[in-house]
C-alpha cells in the first residue's frame, strides 16, 4: 500500500504557475500509474491528468490541455504537477491518487484510483 501527499498549492494570480508535487512515505510510486484530480465547492471530484508507470504516456482534461504537465520522477518517488496561466476556474482542491496498472491504458475515473493523497488547496484570483 502507498502512502501519497500533496504539496506545492497555495494562491496565485491568474497568468501565474504552480508546481504540485506528490510524494510517496511508504511504498514504492514506480509501481503505480499515478494521477491528478481536482475538486472545487460544491462540484464533483474531475479528472486533470494521468501518466503511466515508466512515465513514457500522458493524458490530459481538454480543460488544461497545453498549460498543465504531470511528470514523474521515480527514482524521488515523486509525482508533479506543472501548472502554467492558470485561471481562476482552476481554483480547487488537487488530489494526487495511484492505482496498480492492469494493462496500459491511462485511467480518467476517480473510482479507479484506491490510493489518494489529502489534497493541496490552489486558489486563483482575477
Known amino acids: 500500500q502507498v502512502q501519497l501527499a500533496e504539496s506545492g498549492g497555495g494562491s496565485v494570480q491568474a497568468g501565474g504557475s504552480l508546481r504540485l508535487s506528490c510524494a510517496a512515505s511508504?511504498?514504492?510510486?514506480?509501481?503505480?500509474?499515478m494521477g491528478w484530480f481536482r475538486q472545487a465547492p460544491g462540484k464533483e471530484r474531475d479528472f486533470v491528468a494521468a501518466?503511466?508507470?515508466?512515465?513514457?504516456?500522458?493524458l490530459y482534461a481538454d480543460s488544461v490541455k497545453g498549460r498543465f504537465t504531470i511528470s514523474r520522477d521515480n527514482a524521488k518517488n515523486t509525482v508533479y504537477l506543472l501548472m502554467n496561466s492558470l485561471k481562476p476556474e482552476d481554483t480547487a482542491v488537487y488530489y494526487c491518487a495511484a492505482r496498480v496498472p492492469r494493462d496500459i491504458s491511462l485511467r480518467v475515473g476517480p473510482s479507479e484510483y484506491p490510493y489518494w493523497g489529502q489534497g493541496t488547496q490552489v486558489t486563483i484570483s482575477s
Open positions: 501518466i503511466t508507470r515508466s512515465g513514457s504516456r500522458t
Open positions: 511508504e511504498g514504492t510510486l514506480g509501481n503505480y500509474a
